[in-house]
């Protein structure tokens, strides 16, 4: 008999939950498709994370957590973190699809974990306003806001591919003429 691997078992199960989730949606997904796609019992599942939507928000914490580790904000270079979180996205498509999916759900209701998620962003706004402080950025626009509308620039071609296809085109020059075009207005946004 093999032995037993509980963070192997764990580790499988997270991967599995992140492509449910980010195929189905908090109300869509199924412990039972996460169970057989991670090789492991519903109870198990159950005994690790309690009810899906915990299973769902542990996730959710998890990639955002690897995304402000991967791509902190840099006032101090606003189009390099720019590319940097554009190429992130690229990469790990299924963050922006659970953030979405998560909005759908929950729309303006409380969110599960939600302090820890406003401690997650109140670290990114604190790089925005040091920025701001020193002059490196615009602080005509509250740091919060102007986080907001960088990140939805960024983000948004990712959300709604179907969008980007039709207004600015599906080809690879397409997709850099609207990277450079994020960029420069990320720059004109920030800029002092």
């Known amino acids: 008999m093999a032995a037993?691997?509980?963070?192997?078992?764990?580790?499988?199960i997270f991967e599995a939950a992140v492509a449910e989730f980010a195929r189905h949606g908090i109300a869509g997904a199924r412990i039972d498709r996460?169970?057989?796609e991670a090789r492991a019992n519903k109870q198990l599942i159950y005994a690790y994370y309690g009810n899906k939507g915990e299973l769902f928000a542990s996730v959710l914490e998890k990639k955002m957590l690897d995304l402000a580790i991967s791509v902190p904000v840099d006032p101090d270079d606003i189009e390099g973190w720019i590319d940097r979180l554009l190429d992130y996205h690229a990469a790990h498509?299924?963050?922006l699809r659970l953030l979405f999916w998560e909005g759908m759900e929950y729309g303006t209701a409380e969110l599960p974990h939600e302090a820890e998620r406003q401690a997650h962003y109140a670290r990114k706004v604190a790089a925005v306003r040091d920025g701001q402080e020193r002059g490196v950025i615009t602080d005509a626009?509250?740091?919060?806001?102007?986080?907001?509308?960088l990140v939805a620039m960024a983000n948004w071609a990712v959300v709604v591919p179907q969008m980007k296809r039709i207004l600015v085109g599906g080809g690879d020059d397409d997709a850099d003429r609207l990277r450079d075009s994020i960029k420069q207005a990320a720059r004109r946004i920030v800029d002092r």
């Not at 037993?4 to 499988?12: G, L, M, N, S």
């Not at 626009?141 to 986080?147: E, F, G, K, S, V």
Request: proline share 17%; glycine share 0%.
């Open 4 to 12: 037993r691997d509980p963070e192997a078992t764990k580790a499988r």
């Open 34 to 36: 996460i169970a057989a």
């Open 93 to 95: 498509p299924e963050l």
């Open 141 to 149: 626009i509250p740091a919060p806001d102007l986080l907001f509308l």
